[in-house]
């Protein structure tokens, strides 16, 4: 699918991002010199094998971990940390089992915008979310694919540079989950946030990427970048398939 970017400097820039952990029997190099830019507007998802690293170098793009070798950056500054201009969406939802779903949307803005824009702001985008008629329900009162709007509607409202989503779909069917694709690639027709989406599903990568960035292990390393413009889902599929059987 092809959307309209950008311009100016990329959204989200990765150059040579190198980790590596101690364990018991030694070192494990995790990744290995792995760069990439993802403009604003794009949704590139980071495809890949368990083990790949692709989880640690999301984490090390939230500035929640720190690389060896390398550097990351939005909008030409440099991460130091973690910081409102990335916001995650992990696989579990992790909301406020005590908060209603308005007021775990409206958690993290709190005393970051006047009450009225925050009622103004919350309201926004549970309509945008398809959760207005779930605004006082409890989590446990909501199935998980609810859960998982709510999980983004939470971070879409603190307005980020760039949405970083670790495999935030792969706990649901596949029903549920194709809504949840379809809800996000609208939101970022209507609204063009740029999206780093990690996921080991070919599908899912083929269903909703701009770009699709090819991930092989041992160490994390990119394979391959491959363009969606001008394929359609089973072109893209049967390219990402081949492309990850190559040694």
Same mark, same amino acid.
């Given at each position: 699918?092809?959307?309209?970017?950008?311009? %100016? @400097?990329?959204?989200?820039?990765? *150059?040579?991002?190198?980790?590596?952990?101690?364990?018991?029997?030694?070192?494990?190099?995790?990744?290995?010199?792995?760069?990439?830019?993802?403009?604003?507007?794009?949704?590139?998802?980071?495809?890949?094998?368990?083990?790949?690293?692709?989880?640690?170098?999301?984490?090390?793009?939230?500035?929640?971990?720190?690389?060896?070798?390398?550097?990351?950056?939005?909008?030409?500054?440099?991460?130091?940390?973690?910081?409102?201009?990335?916001?995650? #969406?992990?696989?579990?939802?992790?909301?406020? @089992?005590?908060?209603?779903?308005?007021?775990? #949307?409206?958690?993290?803005?709190? %005393?970051?915008?006047?009450?009225?824009?925050?009622?103004?702001? #919350?309201?926004?985008?549970?309509?945008?979310? %398809?959760?207005?008629?779930?605004?006082?329900?409890?989590?446990?009162?909501?199935?998980?694919?609810?859960?998982? *709007?709510?999980?983004?509607?939470?971070?879409?409202?603190?307005?980020?540079?760039?949405?970083?989503?670790?495999? @935030?779909?792969?706990?649901?069917?596949?029903?549920?989950?194709?809504?949840?694709?379809?809800?996000?690639?609208?939101?970022?027709?209507?609204?063009?946030?740029?999206?780093?989406?990690?996921?080991?599903?070919?599908?899912?990568?083929?269903?909703?990427?701009?770009? #699709?960035?090819?991930?092989?292990?041992?160490? %994390?390393?990119?394979?391959?970048?491959?363009?969606?413009?001008?394929?359609?889902?089973?072109?893209?599929?049967?390219?990402? *398939?081949?492309?990850?059987?190559?040694?």
């Amino acid at each position: 699918m092809s959307r309209l970017k950008g311009t %100016g @400097p990329a959204a989200l820039s990765v *150059r040579g991002i190198s980790k590596t952990f101690l364990e018991k029997d030694g070192e494990l190099e995790v990744l290995s010199d792995v760069s990439f830019d993802i403009e604003k507007g794009e949704l590139v998802c980071v495809l890949g094998p368990s083990g790949c690293g692709k989880s640690t170098l999301l984490k090390i793009v939230a500035g929640l971990e720190s690389p060896d070798r390398g550097d990351v950056s939005v909008e030409g500054r440099t991460v130091s940390g973690p910081g409102r201009d990335r916001c995650v #969406v992990f696989q579990e939802d992790a909301l406020f @089992p005590w908060l209603t779903v308005a007021e775990n #949307v409206a958690f993290g803005a709190k %005393g970051r915008m006047a009450k009225s824009e925050l009622r103004s702001e #919350v309201k926004r985008h549970l309509e945008m979310t %398809g959760l207005s008629r779930f605004a006082d329900y409890l989590p446990r009162e909501i199935s998980g694919g609810m859960k998982q *709007r709510v999980a983004l509607a939470r971070v879409l409202i603190l307005k980020p540079k760039v949405l970083l989503m670790d495999e @935030p779909f792969g706990a649901l069917d596949a029903q549920t989950r194709e809504a949840m694709q379809d809800l996000l690639l609208s939101l970022i027709e209507d609204h063009s946030y740029t999206v780093m989406f990690i996921t080991h599903d070919v599908g899912e990568a083929a269903a909703i990427a701009d770009r #699709v960035i090819v991930m092989d292990r041992s160490p %994390g390393r990119i394979k391959a970048f491959l363009s969606t413009d001008g394929l359609d889902p089973t072109e893209v599929r049967a390219e990402l *398939r081949s492309i990850m059987k190559a040694r």
